[in-house]
């Protein structure tokens, strides 16, 4: 069974750095697309970043020049640097990923959250 698992977050003060981790495990045929969303409290969810197959990149507005989102495709991992961290970049972090596991369809697969506190 496929599972993603996020790692990486924590407590920070503003201005200082942080890069989450997202493993992919279990039969894994291909990651396609990748992507870090987050959720605020008292918020929808949001799109951070994303990443395609091939490496392609795209920001949300409130990320770009602060995150950098890459991937390790030999350890099935997305990661996503974090700097210039802000107070409201306080959020639960969830990786996203659409897999292709061996011997089936692909699938679009949620991780559980890291949780991310920048302190003012």
């Known amino acids: 069974q496929v599972q993603l698992v996020e790692s990486g977050g924590g407590l920070v003060q503003a201005g200082g750095s942080l890069r989450l981790s997202c493993a992919a495990s279990?039969?894994?045929?291909?990651?396609?697309?990748a992507g870090w969303y987050r959720q605020a409290p008292g918020k929808q969810r949001e799109l951070v970043a994303t990443i395609t197959s091939i490496g392609t990149t795209h920001y949300a507005d409130s990320a770009k020049g602060r995150f950098t989102i890459s991937r390790d495709n030999v350890k099935n991992t997305v990661y996503l640097q974090m700097n210039s961290l802000k107070p409201e970049d306080t959020a639960v972090y969830y990786c996203?990923?659409?897999?292709?596991?061996?011997?089936?369809?692909?699938?679009?697969?949620w991780g559980k959250g890291t949780l991310v506190t920048v302190s003012s």
């Open positions: 996203n990923a659409d897999i292709t596991p061996r011997g089936s369809y692909p699938g679009d697969y």
């Open positions: 279990g039969s894994i045929f291909s990651i396609n697309a």
